[in-house]
DNA sequence: GCCGTCGTATGATGGGCATCATATGACTTC
DNA sequence: GAAGTCATATGATGCCCATCATACGACGGC
């Protein structure tokens, strides 16, 4: 029994792996109950004996998701070095690098545009998540009080996202880095003003 | 000959114009052919006489969205009053009537990552789109030179765009207006702060 | 070492979608 | 007013996908 319950747990988890993978790299629309099962070297048939449906596993790869991605900017921060941890996020994720590479980059800037017509089971998944990650990005944020701190997250987060989405939809590569560049250049300077100067 | 070619071009505005609000509401793959025919008041057969694919369609309809989405910025940003340019286009752009209508709304923040994983010609019509507009509206921000403005405009765009998606994914209404109205409330201070003190 | 249980595979079903060939019907032209 | 042309409609085809019923096969308990 304990071995059949591992190697259950264990394939569930390779599954939601792989999705949250392929998801952001294609669209939830993107990629089917096949393709995905055998990227996880399954067959499509056992798919069900996991998940009640596409929805389901669509709630639990991204939430999955969103711990990776909260994963890299926590990395990037506490490796700041004698730069701001702001600076160091800006950095990592407004990055050719990060643009190139969606499958394994942040779900917001990815698939928050989606999320946003799923139904209300994985939009609740979704908030938790942000809920949760949000919390604990704010403590880097330069604001006297948690609240100040945690709007500032909003005002950055929101801003790298939209910043990489609309880099990654830019056809021309010259325009495209310039977009990640300007936008990073912008964030730094209005952090150090904010941090500079403290609430009026 | 000009009757029918009149009838024509009115047809082919009113299916471009029809998919530019389908599919910034329900997204690109969540809306197809017949459906879309039938909102416009056709059938769904008469459709490969105005397009090549449904891919042409999303082409031209993104260049429309785009087109009406900068529309609403310039008004807001001419109707601004004593309000700067900027703080007029915040309140327009982060706005729970805007988060709640996105069949109406700016296409960047409900299509941007749908329209990064389209063909070519998808993402060369969007760039071209993108540029023209860009140009248009970065004449409203503070910046001393016209490369200042333009990244200013860039910065400003992302940010309200990220967050308009982020408030749409979120279930909570209470979270969803506090995220909108904290992003509104930070770039408002940014960029008061970088129209008093000019470049360094 | 046999049996039952549980995880995975095979195969089938039904629906939705893009696409296209052909029919219809109106308007223009002579 | 007849004939032809052009826009749209009807209907069909084939593909892909989510879902599910059933079959297989391995591993643990006895």
Same mark, same amino acid.
């Given at each position: 029994?304990?071995?059949?319950?591992?190697?259950?747990?264990?394939?569930?988890?390779?599954?939601?792996?792989?999705?949250?993978?392929?998801?952001?790299?294609?669209?939830?629309?993107?990629?089917?109950?096949?393709?995905?099962?055998?990227?996880?070297?399954?067959?499509?048939?056992?798919?069900? *004996?996991?998940?009640?449906?596409?929805?389901?596993?669509?709630?639990?790869?991204a939430t999955c998701a969103a711990e990776e991605s909260i994963e890299?900017?926590?990395? *990037?921060?506490?490796?700041?070095?004698?730069?701001?941890?702001?600076?160091?996020?800006?950095?990592?994720?407004?990055?050719?690098?990060?643009?190139?590479?969606?499958?394994?980059?942040?779900?917001?800037?990815?698939?928050?545009?989606?999320?946003?017509?799923?139904?209300?089971?994985?939009?609740?998944?979704?908030?938790?998540?942000?809920?949760?990650?949000?919390?604990?990005?704010?403590?880097?944020?330069?604001?006297?009080?948690?609240?100040e701190k945690l709007q500032q997250f909003m005002f950055?987060?929101?801003?790298?996202?939209?910043?990489?989405?609309?880099?990654?939809?830019?056809?021309?590569?010259?325009?495209?880095?310039?977009?990640?560049?300007?936008?990073?250049?912008?964030?730094?300077?209005?952090?150090?003003?904010? *941090?500079?100067?403290?609430?009026?």
């Amino acid at each position: 029994m304990s071995h059949h319950s591992d190697r259950k747990a264990e394939t569930h988890d390779r599954i939601v792996r792989q999705a949250a993978r392929e998801f952001r790299g294609k669209g939830l629309q993107g990629i089917g109950i096949a393709d995905l099962m055998s990227k996880a070297g399954l067959t499509h048939g056992g798919f069900y *004996a996991h998940f009640g449906g596409k929805d389901a596993l669509i709630e639990e790869a991204a939430t999955c998701a969103a711990e990776e991605s909260i994963e890299h900017l926590v990395a *990037a921060a506490e490796s700041a070095g004698r730069r701001s941890p702001v600076e160091a996020m800006l950095h990592y994720y407004l990055h050719p690098a990060h643009r190139d590479n969606p499958a394994e980059g942040c779900v917001l800037a990815s698939l928050a545009q989606e999320i946003a017509r799923q139904p209300d089971v994985v939009r609740k998944a979704f908030t938790r998540s942000l809920k949760a990650h949000g919390a604990r990005l704010a403590r880097y944020m330069p604001g006297d009080s948690g609240e100040e701190k945690l709007q500032q997250f909003m005002f950055l987060i929101s801003g790298m996202a939209g910043a990489l989405a609309i880099a990654r939809a830019i056809a021309e590569p010259t325009l495209s880095n310039a977009w990640l560049a300007s936008v990073r250049r912008q964030y730094a300077r209005a952090f150090r003003l904010m *941090a500079k100067k403290k609430v009026p």
